[in-house]
T-cell receptor
Framework: GENVEQHPSTLSVQEGDSAVIKCTYS??????FPWYKQELGKRPQLIID?????GEKKDQRIAVTLNKTAKHFSLHITETQPEDSAVYFC???????????FGTGTRLTIIP | ETGVTQTPRHLVMGMTNKKSLKCEQH?????MYWYKQSAKKPLELMFV???????ENNSVPSRFSPECPNSSHLFLHLHTLQPEDSALYLC???????????FGPGTRLTVL
């Protein structure tokens, strides 16, 4: 089955700086890569996703890059703000697969 | 957020009890999911239902029994659970697995 690794497990960033979280996956046929944000005590919510036919996608301060050859994708948050503090999960859906496999999560803390 | 609702929000049960968790989605989605969230495994997929058919059973012990009577409702029947089953159980729905999943607020389960 799909194996998804996420790094780092914790990340502290000064407010205003950038944060980068990276995930690697094992199934080269995987073709959908979402990122979810879970604030303390709340449910996970999708913040951005990318499909295998594009290499990068941006939405304001958030961007995701995908390297299919190396089988890794990354979340980039620029100009970080205190409300960015949360746990971030990457996920992967394989081709012909109904299953979303999540990474182990990154706890991001923005230091004011 | 009322798209996906779960009841009860908190549940305490003994190892010999039988209880059920309920999930309801009002988004017209075709796929529904059960996840287990604990400190050891942050987001662990348990079951996937697509068009009311179970398409994924992620090696979950038989003491967890899902039921999907229609596309809007999903149940998780629990019996003879173990203390290590204590966790947050999240329900989610999506139009299909390669689209955004919307999560419910979760049921915090404690097994004594």
């Amino acid at each position: 089955g799909e194996n998804v690794e996420q790094h780092p497990s914790t990340l502290s960033v000064q407010e205003g700086d950038s944060a980068v979280i990276k995930c690697t996956y094992s199934d080269s046929a995987s073709n959908y890569f979402p990122w979810y944000k879970q604030e303390l005590g709340k449910r996970p919510q999708l913040i951005i996703d990318i499909r295998s036919n594009v290499g990068e996608k941006k939405d304001q301060r958030i961007a995701v890059t995908l390297n299919k050859t190396a089988k890794h994708f990354s979340l980039h948050i620029t100009e970080t703000q205190p409300e960015d503090s949360a746990v971030y999960f990457c996920a992967v859906v394989g081709f012909g697969n109904e299953k979303l496999t999540f990474g182990t999560g990154t706890r991001l803390t923005i230091i004011p | 957020e009322t798209g996906v609702t779960q009841t009860p929000r908190h549940l305490v049960m003994g190892m010999t009890n039988k209880k059920s968790l309920k999930c309801e989605q009002h988004l017209g989605h075709n796929a529904m999911y059960w996840y287990k969230q604990s400190a050891k495994k942050p987001l662990e997929l348990m079951f996937v239902y697509s068009l009311e058919e179970r398409v994924e059973n992620n090696s979950v012990p038989s003491r967890f029994s899902p039921e999907c009577p229609n596309s809007s409702h999903l149940f998780l029947h629990l019996h003879t659970l173990q203390p290590e089953d204590s966790a947050l159980y999240l329900c989610a729905s999506s139009q299909e697995p390669r689209n955004e999943q919307f999560f419910g607020p979760g049921t915090r389960l404690t097994v004594l």
